[in-house]
C-alpha cells in the first residue's frame, strides 16, 4: 500500500517546501493487541489536533474512527493490520501539521527504564526482556514501535512508560514480604502503572493549588477501567496500590484488585480451575463486574442502582470503601497531605462514587462541599471540599499531553 503524500519532516527541520509554516506536531500511539489509539498533539500551545482508535486489526471488522476538533468520523479497513492502519493515519493528518517525533506509551519499563527513552535497538531489546512482567501489553506496545519505524522512518521515537514514574518507589515499599532471592533472581516487586497520568494531575493539582510541587504530599486516585492510586511526596511517586501487575491493588472493572492469594488454591480445589482459569476470572471476571453481575461500567452501576439494584449498590460500595482504605494507607507514605485528588472517568465524573468514598475518609479530615463535589469541582481549582477541612480536588487526567510532553522533552534534550 502506497503512502499518501502528507508533511512528515524529520526533527532537524527538513520539510515540505509547499508548505511556509507547518506546525509542529507529536504523534502519541497507544497499541493494544488489536488496536491503537492514537493522537497527535501540537507542540506550540499543546493542542489536540486530532485523536483515534484504529480497532479490530487483523478482521475483516476492521475500522478507524478519530476525532478533529468537533467533527467525527469513521473508515472501513477490512483486514487492515496495524502498518497499513498507520498509513491511513499519515492520510488524515491535517496537511499543515508537521510530525517531529512519536511517543509510544509502553506498559512496563521494569528497573530497567526509569525514564522515556528516544528508542533505538537496545531499547527494544530491554522492552522485550520486561516482556514476561507484561505478557499481554509490552508484546503489543513493541509491535506498535516496529510499525511506526517503518511507517515513520527516520522521526525520532520516544518510549513512555506506565511504570517510570514509580521507580522512586524506596524497597519497604516495593518489595512483597517473600524470599528475597525472588525480587534479586526474577524481579518479584511492585513496580506500579498509571504513572504518565499520577505525575500529570500531581503537577497540574501543584499548579491549581498555587504551591510548588517539590513542598507538597499528594494522593492521587486514578479511577478509570483501571484503577491505581499513588502517594506522591515533592512531585515523586513514594508509595502506589498496583504491583507487579496492574491487578493488585483497589477493586477495578473487571478486575479484582487485592485478594488474599491462597484463593487460587482453595478455587483450584473447588472448581478443578488451573491457574489460567483462575487469573482469567481476576483479570476479567471480577471487580465491579463480578460483584454487581450487571457491568463493568459505573455509570450504568450509578444508573442501576439509582433503579434499585441492591447488587450495583454492593459494587459500588465495595468499590469506594476500598478506595477509601488504599488511600488512608497510602498516607503513611507522606510526610504530609495538602491533597486527594481524583482523576479519570470515575474520580472526574461521578459525584456520588467521590462522595461515597469520603464518607469513609472522615478520620483524614475529609468533608465534602456537596455543591462543588456536584459540579465535579470549583471552577479554577477543581476543589470540592470544604474549606478549612481536607482539600479534595477533581483534576481531569491528560496522558497523551504528557507522553507528548515526555517525548518532546526527550527530543530537545538530544538534539
Ligand atoms: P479508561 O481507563 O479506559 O481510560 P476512563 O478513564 O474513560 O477509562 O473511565 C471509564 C470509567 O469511567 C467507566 O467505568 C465509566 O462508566 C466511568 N464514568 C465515566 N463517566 C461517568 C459518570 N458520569 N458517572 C459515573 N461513571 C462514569
Not at 497527535?40 to 486530532?50: C, N, P, V
Not at 483524614?364 to 455543591?371: I, S
Amino acid at each position: 500500500m502506497s503512502v499518501p503524500s502528507t508533511t512528515i519532516a524529520s526533527a532537524d527541520g527538513a520539510q515540505d517546501p509547499a508548505l511556509a509554516d507547518p506546525r509542529p506536531a507529536v504523534l502519541i500511539v497507544n497499541c493494544g493487541s488489536s488496536s491503537v489509539k492514537f493522537a497527535l498533539i501540537g507542540t506550540r500551545r499543546e493542542t489536540l489536533i486530532l485523536s483515534g482508535l484504529a480497532e479490530r486489526l487483523g478482521s475483516p471488522q476492521a475500522r478507524m474512527t478519530w476525532k478533529a476538533g468537533d467533527a467525527k468520523f469513521t473508515k472501513e479497513l477490512p483486514d487492515a493490520d496495524l502498518v497499513v492502519a498507520l498509513h491511513e493515519m499519515i492520510g488524515i493528518l491535517p496537511g499543515n501539521v508537521r510530525v517531529v517525533a512519536v511517543g509510544h506509551r509502553v506498559v512496563h519499563g521494569a528497573e530497567a527504564f526509569s525514564h522515556s527513552v528516544r528508542i533505538d535497538a537496545d531499547v527494544l531489546a530491554g522492552i522485550e526482556r520486561c516482556n514476561d512482567l507484561a505478557p499481554l501489553h509490552n508484546p503489543a506496545n513493541l509491535a506498535g514501535i516496529r510499525a511506526a519505524q517503518k511507517v515513520f522512518p527516520g522521526i525520532p521515537q520516544v518510549a513512555v512508560f506506565d511504570t517510570a514514574f514509580h521507580s522512586t518507589l524506596p524497597p519497604r515499599a516495593f518489595l512483597y514480604a517473600v524470599p528475597y532471592d525472588w525480587y534479586t533472581t526474577d524481579g518479584v516487586r511492585r513496580y506500579g502503572f498509571h504513572g504518565t497520568s499520577h505525575r500529570f494531575v500531581a503537577g497540574e493539582a501543584a499548579r491549581r493549588l498555587g504551591r510548588p510541587l517539590e513542598a507538597l504530599g499528594l494522593i492521587t486516585a486514578h479511577l478509570g477501567n483501571g484503577c491505581s492510586a499513588a502517594a506522591v511526596e515533592g512531585g515523586h511517586s513514594v508509595d502506589t496500590t498496583m504491583g507487579i501487575s496492574p491487578l493488585e491493588g483497589l477493586v477495578m472493572g473487571t478486575r479484582s484488585g487485592d485478594i488474599d492469594p491462597s484463593l487460587h488454591e482453595y478455587m483450584a480445589a473447588r472448581r478443578g480451575w488451573n491457574l489460567a482459569r483462575i487469573m482469567q476470572s481476576l483479570n476479567r471476571e471480577s471487580g465491579l463486574l463480578g460483584v454487581s453481575g450487571v457491568s463493568n461500567d459505573m455509570r450504568t452501576l450509578v444508573e442501576a442502582a439509582t433503579g434499585g439494584s441492591d447488587r450495583a449498590q454492593l459494587a459500588i460500595d465495595v468499590f469506594a470503601y476500598r478506595l477509601a482504605k488504599s488511600v488512608s494507607a497510602l498516607s503513611a507514605a507522606l510526610s504530609r497531605l495538602d491533597a486527594i485528588v481524583f482523576t479519570g472517568g470515575i474520580g472526574e465524573h461521578s459525584a456520588y462514587v467521590r462522595a461515597r468514598t469520603a464518607e469513609h475518609l472522615k478520620v483524614l479530615g475529609v468533608d465534602l462541599d456537596p455543591a462543588l463535589n456536584e459540579r465535579h469541582g470549583e471552577p479554577l481549582t477543581g476543589r470540592i471540599s470544604r474549606p478549612g477541612t481536607r482539600t479534595c480536588l477533581v483534576v481531569p487526567t491528560n496522558e497523551e499531553l504528557m507522553i507528548a510532553r515526555e517525548t518532546l522533552q526527550v527530543v530537545q534534550s538530544q538534539s
